[in-house]
T-cell receptor, first 111, second 115 residues
């Protein structure tokens, strides 16, 4: 039990579909993050939320849309994705300047 | 801007042998340093961190790392590895200023421990 839960663990979708990834943290942290992990590439930070406010958007295409309704929940809404978007999407949370805790990720495959 | 280089993409080693996974970083400002481990089908787990103080840092599972400012390195070591240490290891840095949210990761080193 990592304290950060991601659902679903696996997702296969077509390029025209709309789906959402969910992340929930039970650690009382005030910051949440989305990362993309592709084969043979460093982890890429996508979005950062502090106290529900987005503080970082690393030039992520608009087909990825984050939502943070409260400090415990983070969503990543997906629409009209491309094959190169197939990857492991990791969620993390942290408290102030403490290290991040990661979920087990959602393995996304785009057909 | 910061960058992290993990010099070895794969490191095969026999059980009970020592191992060193190398990490070098580049930064114009002072940084905090971290090592994370990722087991198959799981997320990243913090192994250890260097924030300040003693340059030799001990982490979980018998791992340790030494911060060398002059060589801008933060190599990870374990004197005797187990099969269960087979995983991918990531070095990461974040600048002192700002939150620890802005982690910059290396590409990772896959450690494969053979019996």
């Amino acid at each position: 039990e990592t304290g950060v839960t991601q659902t679903p663990r696996h997702l296969v979708m077509g390029m025209t579909n709309k789906k959402s990834l969910k992340c929930e943290q039970h650690l009382g942290h005030n910051a949440m993050y989305w990362y993309k992990q592709s084969a043979k590439k460093p982890l890429e930070l996508m979005f950062v939320y502090n106290f529900k406010e987005q503080t970082e958007n690393n030039s992520v295409p608009s087909r990825f849309s984050p939502e943070c309704p409260n400090s415990s929940h983070l969503f990543l809404h997906l629409h009209t994705l491309q094959p190169e978007d197939s990857a492991l999407y990791l969620c993390a949370s942290s408290q102030s300047n403490q290290p991040q805790h990661f979920g087990d990720g959602t393995r996304l495959s785009i057909l | 801007a910061q960058s992290v280089t993990q010099l070895d993409s794969q490191v095969p080693v026999f059980e009970e042998a020592p191992v060193e996974l190398r990490c070098n970083y580049s930064s114009s400002v002072s940084v905090y340093l971290f090592w994370y481990v990722q087991y198959p089908n799981q997320g990243l787990q913090l192994l250890l961190k260097y924030l300040s103080g003693s340059t030799l840092v001990k982490g979980i599972n018998g791992f340790e790392a030494e911060f060398n400012k002059s060589q801008t390195s933060f190599h990870l070591r374990k004197p005797s590895v187990h099969i269960s240490d087979t995983a991918e290891y990531f070095c990461a840095v974040t600048p002192h200023r700002g939150s620890q949210g802005n982690l910059i990761f290396g590409k990772g080193t896959k450690l494969s421990v053979k019996p």
